[in-house]
């Protein structure tokens, strides 16, 4: 007497297994995949993966190979080869901002005449830089201030002690100095920075973060006393042009481009990066197998970026009116969670 084959044993399991990892089409005309999280045998699952894995390289693979066909092609023809392809990112991809700047805002430029930073970057005043602690300062806290006053040209340093830091403000304004920079520091780690403008403010709070110091840079340069050229990438809106010149206002305007000394305060994804390098101009011998058709060895000259330090990162946290008020001051902008309903939601 014979007996039934149960489903799934022997050849129709593998039938069954085979696909699986196949699009299949039911009445509706609809396309029903099956993934390979969806099938529990262990050795059939990683079978099936490595084969759609396998798929999507070779057509991966199949469309660079049409696609320099066709830049060839055109080239040939003499014709404009198709536009290259911009992947996604955050960046490219960030949510409309109204407060973008753009080249024939009027609005813009009148603000930007009438700011705080206005007799600095017009070359009316010298940038002038008082840099002080908090009251506890910890063991990194003055190396940080050291290379500070080593980046920041035209900078000084005073002792805290027990003063109120608006006596500060009140001291530093007497003294002509153009901006304030106080270091805090939390566990003995500098964790932020409150950068004052004077006499009339802003007042920026900044979260510092990832700070590693000059010694403990790899093959790290020693700057000089040039004043270094300054580099401010990605501030785009309205907030972040205002962030921006309040950075511009701590350098002078006018670098000395022979001392090959370059800041950088980039801003990606609302983190401001800070680098301090310096050009060097390696020349270098063709090996003397390449040797031009007079037989004359030739220099070639090779540039590159040597780091100084120090290394951090900066995140705004608030901006304020006028010189530092905790009680009675009011805020241009202050960073709060609920903001952050994107990670595509931008500010600066």
Aim: with cysteine; proline share 6%.
């Amino acid at each position: 007497m014979g007996f039934k084959r149960k489903k799934g044993d022997g050849d129709g399991e593998e039938m069954e297994s085979e696909g699986r990892g196949k699009p299949s089409f039911n009445g509706g005309g609809q396309k029903h995949v099956i993934l390979p999280s969806m099938i529990k045998n262990k050795d059939k699952r990683s079978k099936v993966y490595a084969k759609q894995k396998q798929e999507k390289k070779l057509e991966k693979q199949k469309k660079i190979r049409e696609r320099d066909a066709a830049e060839k092609r055109a080239l040939e023809l003499g014709e404009e080869p198709p536009q290259k392809q911009i992947p996604k990112t955050i960046e490219n991809t960030r949510e409309s901002d109204e407060t973008v700047c753009r080249p024939d805002d009027e609005e813009l430029f009148a603000d930007i005449d009438a700011d705080e930073f206005n007799p600095v970057l017009r070359r009316e005043v010298t940038p002038k830089i008082l840099i002080t602690t908090c009251r506890f300062n910890s063991t990194r806290g003055p190396a940080f201030i050291s290379e500070l006053l080593s980046v920041i040209p035209n900078s000084h340093y005073q002792k805290r002690g027990t003063y109120d830091l608006k006596k500060i403000v009140e001291y530093a304004t007497k003294k002509d100095f153009t901006s304030l920079i106080v270091v805090h520091t939390n566990r003995r780690e500098p964790d932020a920075l409150l950068i004052i403008g004077l006499p009339n403010g802003p007042t920026a709070h900044f979260k510092l973060s990832n700070l590693v110091l000059r010694k403990d840079i790899k093959n790290h340069g020693n700057p000089t006393s040039h004043e270094p050229e300054l580099v401010l990438n990605n501030f785009t809106t309205r907030l972040g042009n205002r962030v921006g010149r309040f950075f511009q206002s701590l350098f002078p305007p006018d670098p000395n481009f022979r001392g090959r000394r370059v800041v950088t305060f980039h801003n990606q994804r609302d983190f401001i990066f800070f680098r301090h390098h310096r050009y060097i101009f390696d020349i270098k011998e063709i090996k003397p197998s390449d040797k031009g058709k007079d037989g004359v060895s030739q220099e070639r000259v090779k540039p590159r970026l040597q780091e100084c330090g120090p290394r951090f990162t900066l995140k705004l946290v608030t901006l304020q009116h006028g010189t530092f008020d905790t009680k009675g001051g009011e805020f241009e902008w202050v960073h709060k969670p609920e903001m952050d309903t994107s990670r595509r939601r931008f500010f600066l």
